[in-house]
């Protein structure tokens, strides 16, 4: 099982986000699944951005 999920992961994660979209999608809507699509991408590229900064080193 292993060696299938390790052969198969980007089309077994691409399949499992299409998914989850397509979920999204007929359930709240285009704009609404839009929406959540920006900020999830906003909220990454702010935490790598701070991470690279060293922001998160202050708690540790």
Do not use: H, P, W
């Not at 359930?27 to 909220?43: A, K, P, Q, R, V």
């Amino acid at each position: 099982m292993q060696e299938l999920f390790q052969r198969y992961r980007y089309g077994i994660i691409g399949g499992g986000i299409g998914l989850i979209l397509a979920v999204l999608l007929l359930t709240i809507g285009f704009s609404e699944t839009l929406l959540i699509i920006i900020c999830i991408f906003l909220g990454a590229f702010i935490g790598i951005y701070l991470n690279t900064m060293g922001f998160f080193d202050r708690f540790k």
